[in-house]
């Protein structure tokens, strides 16, 4: 059994708000672009689990031509391949010709041993979609875990995981291959040690383009208009007062007249 | 034509964000001069499917059969399906929970149709249903436009308002279930529900939440800012510096990471305001700080501040609301 980790390269968190428009819609982004922090927990679990069953790992991540930051990262932490979906291979269409681009590139990790399990973040911080693993199961036919807290036990063709929802949480046993988004809970992602630094810069990563992939063009929706939301300009107002107390009672006046308590 | 309008339940409760949902379909479908039908899906639906008439479904649709008591993936898909076949829907809408933000985009890949996944907000423009979602983290607004027949949309909650039921009742039609437990792969082997009687996130009017401002006493700031949020009526929230250092559970967790919140209220109290804390609870109506330091970026966003240690200005807000809300 091998597994397959999706991860994105995302802009650094901290810049999302410097995003322009422009950068937003050209998709030329001046941001320090890093690994999806959502996939870090997906990239722990793959590692694990190869400790756990002995199974080979890939990361798998389509972005621009030489967007490699996030899966050499991937290597440091201490996956053992990696592997570049062009993103030209999705021809600029929508999440299911994404998804499709990266079924096709999980089948064809698959040609040196059969990848069984396909595990991906929870959400990118750019697509803010968590849509796309939905697609790669539907485009695989393969069952669809979400939000999962641990993974218990590989067994027998089957795997047994724990999931949580809003309303609580429950352990589902499930046949293989399973694609399984991961939660944050799932674990502790690891820092890249100095080796695997050192080991994943010397990595060569292999590409894969639209001669190696095809994948039928999907544009099922558009994004236009896109904006920055403006951001209410509200003066903050600072309750006075000599005491808490009077600040506790000013604040409660406001609070009530505004009708939010 | 159809708006098709999901209903998530757990054990025949309806979640309360699927009837801002309805109503707000209700209201588009009046524009689109098309009908409301409710999906419900699970073993005892009989009176969440009630509600729906209550809160303006024209046709409800319900699935029952006690291999749907709990949600999964595959059974919910193909009797949505068959729902949207049904129907004849032109829209298939979701609350964006985790299950409904799943099933909104199985249905919408399988039906090879355009999704808004988590939008915040549904119109009409020429005849056609549009969305609206964040990108970029809330850092970058857009507007969606389906190009396929089915348009498919999972909802943030409390993008609407809630509307009031009225008396409508009506005959509930019965979909089939159509795959045996044993076609069903996944088995749940067990299952724990969340401590009955906490507010989720998500549904909160109002949250209070604390940060790394308590510090010098985490387990007494917590005490404290968990006896505001009691007297509130609100849900207990946090950044995730406090969550890292230990002194809550990650399910608090506010901002980027964590949970994406619109309350009427948010009162954040020994929280600074970085921007991954701000992209969780940016959009409540209205802030309110609580920190020591007046230079905080917090004071940035919010309405009200009151410049005060945490520790005797909560139990101060505690007593006076007591006092007032008795
Ligand atoms: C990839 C990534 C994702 C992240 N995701 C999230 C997320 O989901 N949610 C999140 O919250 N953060 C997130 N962060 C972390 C974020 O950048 C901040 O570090 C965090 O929000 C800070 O938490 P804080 O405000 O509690 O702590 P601090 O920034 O340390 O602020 C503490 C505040 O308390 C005040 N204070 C101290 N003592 C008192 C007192 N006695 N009374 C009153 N006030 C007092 C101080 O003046 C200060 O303003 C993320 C960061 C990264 C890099
Ligand atoms: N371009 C991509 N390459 C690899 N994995 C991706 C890509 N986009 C999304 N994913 C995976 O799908 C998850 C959900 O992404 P999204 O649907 O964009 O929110 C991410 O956490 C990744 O694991």
């Known amino acids: 059994m091998n597994i397959a980790v999706l991860i994105k390269q995302t802009p650094d968190t901290a810049e999302l708000p410097k995003i322009s428009v422009e950068e937003a819609r050209s998709g030329e982004l001046r941001a320090t672009m890093v690994l999806n922090p959502w996939d870090e927990f997906a990239v722990e679990e793959a590692i694990d689990l190869s400790y756990r069953f002995g199974c080979k790992?890939?990361?798998?991540?389509?972005?621009?031509?030489?967007?490699?930051?996030?899966?050499?990262?991937?290597?440091?932490?201490?996956?053992?391949?990696?592997?570049?979906?062009?993103?030209?291979?999705?021809?600029?269409?929508?999440?299911?010709?994404?998804?499709?681009?990266?079924?096709?590139?999980?089948t064809r990790v698959g040609e040196e041993g059969d990848v069984e399990l396909?595990?991906?973040?929870?959400?990118?911080?750019?697509?803010?979609?968590?849509?796309?693993?939905?697609?790669?199961?539907?485009?695989?036919?393969?069952?669809?875990?979400?939000?999962?807290?641990?993974?218990?036990?590989?067994?027998?063709?089957?795997?047994?995981?724990?999931?949580a929802f809003e309303g609580g949480q429950e352990t589902v046993e499930v046949p293989m291959?399973?694609?399984?988004?991961?939660?944050?809970?799932?674990?502790?992602?690891?820092?890249?040690?100095?080796?695997?630094?050192?080991?994943?810069?010397?990595?060569?990563?292999?590409?894969?383009?639209s001669a190696d992939i095809h994948v039928a063009a999907s544009s099922t929706a558009r994004w236009t208009d896109l904006e920055k939301p403006e951001v209410e300009q509200v003066q903050v107002r600072i309750i006075e007062g000599d005491s808490v107390e009077e600040k506790a009672a000013r604040l409660a006046d406001v609070l009530m007249a505004e009708k939010v308590i | 034509m159809t708006i098709l309008v999901w209903i998530e339940q757990n054990d025949g409760q309806a979640v309360s964000n699927c009837w801002e949902l309805l109503a707000k379909a209700r209201a588009l479908g009046q524009e689109l001069d098309t009908e409301v039908a409710a999906l419900l899906i699970g073993s005892d639906v009989e009176e969440a499917a009630q509600q729906a008439f209550a809160y303006g479904a024209g046709r409800v649709l319900a699935a029952t059969d006690s291999s749907l008591a709990r949600f999964r993936l595959q059974p919910f898909v193909e009797i949505a399906e068959q729902a949207v076949e049904r129907t004849g829907a032109v829209a298939f809408l979701a609350n964006a929970s985790i299950r409904g933000g799943v099933l909104a985009a199985t249905v919408a890949c399988r039906q090879n149709a355009g999704i808004a996944a988590s939008a915040t907000d549904l119109w009409v423009e020429d005849g056609?249903?549009?969305?609206?979602?964040?990108?970029?983290?809330?850092?970058?607004?857009?507007?969606?436009?389906?190009?396929?027949?089915?348009a498919v949309a999972s909802v943030r909650p409390r993008s609407f308002?809630?509307?009031?039921?009225?008396?409508?009742?009506?005959?509930?039609?019965?979909?089939?279930?159509?795959?045996?437990?044993?076609?069903?792969?996944?088995?749940?082997?067990?299952?724990?529900?969340?401590?009955?009687?906490?507010?989720?996130?998500?549904?909160?009017?109002?949250?209070?939440?604390?940060?790394?401002?308590?510090?010098?006493?985490?387990?007494?700031?917590?005490?404290?800012?968990?006896?505001?949020?009691?007297?509130?009526?609100?849900?207990?929230?946090?950044?995730?510096?406090?969550?890292?250092?230990?002194?809550?559970?990650?399910?608090?967790?506010?901002?980027?990471?964590?949970?994406?919140?619109?309350?009427d209220l948010y009162v954040a109290c020994?929280?600074?305001?970085?921007?991954?804390?701000?992209?969780?609870?940016?959009?409540?109506?209205?802030?309110?700080?609580?920190n020591k330091d007046p230079n905080a970026p917090i004071f940035e966003r919010a309405k009200y501040g009151i410049v005060d240690d945490l520790f005797t200005t909560v139990p101060a807000l505690t007593a006076e609301f007591s006092k007032r809300l008795k």
């Open chain 2, 128 to 150: 056609k249903l549009v969305a609206a979602r964040v990108i970029y983290s809330g850092n970058i607004r857009a507007r969606i436009q389906f190009e396929s027949h089915l």
């Open chain 1, 57 to 106: 790992t890939t990361a798998v991540s389509m972005g621009r031509a030489g967007e490699t930051d996030a899966l050499k990262h991937a290597l440091a932490m201490g996956v053992e391949n990696a592997l570049l979906v062009d993103e030209e291979v999705a021809g600029g269409g929508d999440e299911w010709a994404a998804a499709d681009a990266l079924a096709a590139a999980v």
């Open chain 2, 270 to 290: 020994g929280i600074s305001g970085a921007i991954q804390h701000l992209a969780g609870m940016g959009n409540s109506k209205i802030i309110v700080a609580v």
């Open chain 1, 118 to 163: 396909v595990l991906t973040g929870k959400m990118s911080v750019d697509g803010n979609s968590g849509v796309i693993y939905a697609g790669v199961a539907c485009k695989l036919g393969w069952d669809l875990l979400v939000n999962v807290t641990r993974i218990v036990d590989i067994a027998d063709g089957k795997l047994i995981a724990e999931q």
């Open chain 2, 161 to 263: 308002p809630m509307p009031e039921a009225s008396e409508r009742t009506g005959t509930v039609e019965t979909l089939d279930a159509t795959l045996n437990e044993d076609d069903i792969r996944q088995k749940i082997t067990d299952f724990r529900a969340a401590e009955a009687g906490e507010i989720s996130l998500t549904d909160a009017h109002i949250i209070v939440s604390g940060g790394r401002g308590v510090a010098a006493d985490p387990q007494k700031g917590f005490e404290l800012v968990g006896e505001l949020a009691q007297t509130l009526g609100a849900a207990l929230g946090a950044s995730r510096a406090a969550v890292d250092a230990g002194y809550i559970p990650y399910k608090h967790q506010v901002g980027q990471t964590g949970k994406t919140v619109k309350p």
């Open chain 1, 177 to 209: 291959p399973v694609v399984i988004s991961v939660a944050k809970e799932i674990n502790e992602p690891r820092y890249p040690s100095f080796m695997g630094i050192r080991k994943a810069s010397r990595a060569a990563i292999p590409v894969l383009g």
